[in-house]
């Protein structure tokens, strides 16, 4: 059973619901973002969405496109991204997805890619803009099925390919709850909820939705009709807001665990 699996399981033992944090690795600085992660595993997100940084983030919202901006700046690249992971595994056991484009993937070497994300300890990736049409190119030469691939689906997505997709993902499904890019407003959780019904139908993978959900009264919300929820831009919002704060580490973890409380009770 993979460490995401486990997760749902025990989440479910507990009537709880998952916090999925998005973070972009190395926002603002390396040391201070490995500070930022040790916190949001304190205060309990259960699934850590690490961030690979890139130039051009086309599904992305300004907050999370400053977020790339500042980690690069920093000289954040992917191999330093899955050392980071080898280090966050010194502190936490928590089920960690490596959130990227492709092509950082694809410049890094597709097998090297999945052999060194697995030796650092990941245990899934979502590659935004790799359909599953494409995807044989990048898991045909990964070794094993170590890594669980994430798979987005759209509010807009038909029923027919919702099963596509599901068919070829792993771990969990991630719903998109809006069309637009991350940190939109307008959630509208009557569509989510219907949308979320007809992926359920089609899959028993755990659901769990982003895009736009910013407040624990949100996450509290989404959280009964899904089996987790991601939170991204939010977060780095909280660490855009606080970059010269001594305390952005604390601040970051104040908030996920007012998040996290809001997934509490509701299963």
Not at 16 to 41: M, N
Not at 217 to 229: F, I, L, N, S, Y
């Amino acid at each position: 059973m993979s460490r995401i699996q486990e997760t749902f399981g025990q989440l479910m033992a507990r009537h709880e619901k998952a916090l999925v944090a998005f973070v972009t690795a190395g926002d603002p600085d390396p040391a201070r973002s490995l500070e930022v992660i040790e916190a949001l595993c304190d205060a309990g997100v259960d699934i850590l969405e690490l961030g690979v940084p890139f130039s051009d983030p086309t599904a992305d919202g300004p907050v999370i496109q400053r977020s790339s901006g500042r980690a690069l700046a920093a000289g954040m690249t992917l191999a330093r991204v899955l050392e980071m992971t080898e280090k966050i595994r010194r502190f936490s056991q928590v089920p960690i997805v490596l959130f990227s484009y492709y092509n950082p993937i694809l410049a890094y070497g597709l097998d090297r890619f999945y052999r060194e994300a697995v030796a650092s300890g990941a245990d899934g990736v979502l590659v935004v803009d790799l359909p599953p049409e494409e995807s044989d190119e990048m898991t045909s030469r990964w070794e094993g099925n170590a890594l669980d691939v994430i798979r987005l689906v759209a509010p807009t997505t038909p029923m027919e390919r919702m099963k596509r997709i599901a068919a070829e993902a792993s771990g969990f499904l991630y719903l998109v709850s809006m069309t637009g890019v991350t940190g939109s407003g307008g959630l509208d959780l009557d569509e989510v909820s219907e949308v979320a019904g007809c992926l359920r139908s089609v899959s028993p993978l755990p659901i769990c939705v982003g895009f736009g959900i910013s407040t624990p009264e949100q996450t509290a919300r989404v959280a009964g009709m899904a089996d987790g929820v991601v939170v991204g831009s939010a977060f780095e919002r909280v660490i855009e807001d606080n970059l010269d704060d001594p305390n952005l580490a604390g601040r970051v973890g104040t908030f996920a665990g007012a998040l996290k409380e809001a997934t509490r009770l509701v299963g």
